[in-house]
C-alpha cells in the first residue's frame, strides 16, 4: 500500500467511526432521560425498570445479554391486572433526538391485550415525528384485539437533518375488565 491508500483508508475509518458515535441506542438499563407521560389514565403510567412480568406483561426484557429493563406499562406487584393501563390512555414521549445524517429508526415493543372485540377504545400505537412532535406518523397500531406479548421490531427509514421524537400509547376503553399492557425497549437511530 502507498501511503496515499493508507491515508484514504485512515480518513474512511475516522469517518465511519465518527457516524457511529453520532447514533442513538437507547436501552432504557440507565434511565428514560427526556421522556415525559402524560395521558387520561388512572393507572398504568409508563416506569422504567425490571417488569414483573404477567400473561400480558413480558417478564424480561429485549435487551441481549445482562440487560433487565425496559420501558414499560407499570408494574404488577398484585399479579395480572393490578396496575394495567385501566380508564384511559397512557402515553410516553421521548425527548428530541437530532438526527444529522440519513438513518434507519428500529425500535422494540410489545403489546397485551386480554380481550377482544369488546371495547373500540382499546389500542396501542407507536407513532414517530421527524419534525421534532409537530406532526407524528404512525410505525404501529393494533386495535381492539387479543394480543399475546412478544418483543416485535419496528423500523423506518428516517431522513437527514430530522428531529425525530417517538410517542407510544396505550389505551384501555370504557369497557370493565380489559387488560391492557405495553412496553417499548432498544431504541436505536443509525
Same mark, same amino acid.
Given at each position: ?6 491515508? &484514504? @483508508? ?14 442513538? $441506542? ?21 416506569? =422504567? ?11 424480561? +426484557? ?31 414521549? @421521548? ?10 429508526? @428500529? ?6 391485550? =386480554? ?9 396501542? =400505537?407507536l407513532e414517530y415525528s421527524t ?8 410505525l404501529v397500531f393494533i386495535g +381492539? +384485539? ?16 430530522? $428531529?425525530?421524537r417517538i410517542r407510544v400509547s ?8 380489559? &387488560?391492557?399492557?405495553?412496553? &417499548?425497549?432498544?431504541?436505536? &437511530?443509525?
Amino acid at each position: 500500500m502507498t501511503k496515499y491508500t493508507l491515508l &484514504i @483508508s485512515f480518513i474512511l475509518t475516522a469517518l465511519i467511526s465518527n457516524s457511529l458515535f453520532a447514533q442513538t $441506542n437507547e436501552d432504557f438499563e440507565t434511565g428514560a432521560v427526556g421522556w415525559t407521560n402524560s395521558g387520561s389514565a388512572s393507572t398504568g403510567a409508563f416506569v =422504567r425498570g425490571n417488569p414483573d412480568g404477567t400473561t400480558y406483561q413480558l417478564e424480561n +426484557d429485549h435487551t441481549p445479554g445482562a440487560g433487565v429493563n425496559a420501558f414499560f406499562t407499570a408494574f404488577n406487584p398484585g399479579g395480572l391486572g393490578a396496575d394495567d393501563v385501566d380508564g384511559g390512555t397512557a402515553t410516553t414521549t @421521548s425527548p428530541i433526538y437530532n438526527v444529522t445524517s440519513a438513518s434507519n429508526l @428500529s425500535i422494540w415493543y410489545y403489546f397485551g391485550q =386480554r380481550d377482544n372485540n369488546d371495547d373500540n377504545g382499546d389500542f396501542f =400505537r407507536l407513532e414517530y415525528s421527524t419534525n421534532g412532535g409537530g406532526s407524528y406518523t404512525t410505525l404501529v397500531f393494533i386495535g +381492539d +384485539d387479543t394480543s399475546n406479548p412478544v418483543w416485535t421490531e419496528a423500523t423506518v427509514f428516517i431522513p437527514a437533518g430530522s $428531529n425525530v421524537r417517538i410517542r407510544v400509547s396505550a389505551a384501555d376503553g370504557p369497557g370493565a375488565g380489559d &387488560i391492557i399492557e405495553a412496553g &417499548i425497549d432498544d431504541l436505536t &437511530i443509525s
